[in-house]
C-alpha cells in the first residue's frame, strides 16, 4: 500500500503546513552565468579571433568557437547548485543533513558585500559566483564539525531562506558586526609570530 499526498478535497485546514516527501526538492537553483558573462565568453571569442585571423581567418574562426565554446562549457559544467529536500541541504559540493541545519539569513547589495567580506568568519564553508551577487548565510549547528555556517550567492535567497523555514525579513541586529582588523602585530595580541 503506498502513501498519498492530500488532495484539494481533503478536510484539512487551509491554514495547514505543506505536506512533502522526504526527498521531494524544496528548492533548487543552478548558478549558471549570467547575461553579461556570456558576452564576456563572445568577447574572449572575438580577441582570439582577433589573434588568429592574420594568420588564417578560416583557423582563426575555428580557434574562436572552440575556445569560446569551450570556455562556456566549463563555465555551465561547474555551476554549483543550492539544492533543499526535506531531508538535506546542497551547496556546491558540500551537502549536509537537514536536523544540522540552523537559521538562515539573506543580504542584498551592501549587507552582502560586507556579510561575504569583511564580516565573514575564515572557518566558513563559502561558494561564490562573481555573476551573482546576493548571499545567503546558513548557520550549522552539527557540534562536530567546526565551520560555523556556510555563505554561498543565491539569485532568490529569501526563497532559499523560506525553503529553509526561515523567515527572510527577520534579521538578526548582530548579523554583519565585525571587529577592524589590528593594523599590526603589536596591536593584536592574538598575532603569532
Given at each position: 500500500?503506498?502513501?498519498?499526498?492530500?488532495?484539494p478535497?481533503?478536510?484539512?485546514?487551509?491554514?495547514?503546513?505543506?505536506?512533502?516527501a522526504?526527498?521531494?526538492v524544496?528548492?533548487?537553483?543552478?548558478?549558471?552565468?549570467?547575461?553579461?558573462?556570456?558576452?564576456?565568453?563572445?568577447?574572449f571569442?572575438?580577441?582570439?579571433?582577433?589573434?588568429?585571423?592574420?594568420?588564417?581567418?578560416?583557423?582563426?574562426?575555428?580557434?574562436?568557437v572552440?575556445?569560446?565554446?569551450?570556455?562556456?562549457?566549463?563555465?555551465?559544467?561547474?555551476?554549483?547548485?543550492?539544492?533543499?529536500?526535506?531531508?538535506?541541504?546542497?551547496?556546491?559540493?558540500?551537502?549536509?543533513?537537514?536536523?544540522?541545519?540552523?537559521?538562515?539569513?539573506?543580504f542584498?547589495?551592501?549587507?552582502?558585500?560586507?556579510?561575504?567580506?569583511?564580516?565573514a568568519?575564515?572557518?566558513?564553508y563559502?561558494?561564490?559566483?562573481?555573476?551573482?551577487?546576493?548571499?545567503v548565510r546558513?548557520?550549522?549547528?552539527?557540534?562536530?564539525?567546526?565551520t560555523?555556517?556556510?555563505?554561498?550567492?543565491?539569485?532568490?535567497?529569501?526563497?532559499?531562506?523560506?525553503?529553509l523555514?526561515?523567515?527572510?525579513?527577520?534579521?538578526?541586529?548582530?548579523?554583519?558586526?565585525?571587529?577592524?582588523p589590528?593594523?599590526?602585530?603589536?596591536?593584536?595580541?592574538?598575532?603569532?609570530?
Amino acid at each position: 500500500m503506498s502513501a498519498s499526498l492530500p488532495t484539494p478535497h481533503d478536510d484539512a485546514p487551509a491554514s495547514s503546513p505543506a505536506v512533502t516527501a522526504p526527498g521531494e526538492v524544496l528548492f533548487r537553483e543552478k548558478l549558471v552565468p549570467s547575461v553579461g558573462t556570456w558576452i564576456l565568453v563572445v568577447v574572449f571569442g572575438l580577441a582570439v579571433f582577433l589573434i588568429g585571423a592574420p594568420i588564417s581567418i578560416p583557423i582563426g574562426t575555428a580557434v574562436a568557437v572552440v575556445l569560446a565554446g569551450l570556455l562556456g562549457v566549463i563555465l555551465t559544467a561547474t555551476s554549483p547548485v543550492l539544492e533543499v529536500t526535506q531531508d538535506s541541504l546542497q551547496v556546491g559540493r558540500a551537502h549536509i543533513e537537514r536536523r544540522y541545519v540552523g537559521r538562515a539569513e539573506a543580504f542584498r547589495g551592501d549587507a552582502a558585500r560586507i556579510a561575504a567580506g569583511p564580516a565573514a568568519d575564515g572557518r566558513a564553508y563559502m561558494c561564490f559566483r562573481p555573476w551573482v551577487s546576493p548571499v545567503v548565510r546558513i548557520r550549522i549547528e552539527d557540534p562536530a564539525d567546526p565551520t560555523p555556517y556556510w555563505l554561498a550567492n543565491a539569485r532568490h535567497p529569501e526563497d532559499l531562506v523560506r525553503a529553509l523555514g526561515g523567515d527572510p525579513d527577520e534579521q538578526d541586529e548582530h548579523a554583519l558586526e565585525y571587529t577592524e582588523p589590528a593594523a599590526s602585530p603589536e596591536d593584536n595580541p592574538g598575532w603569532r609570530r
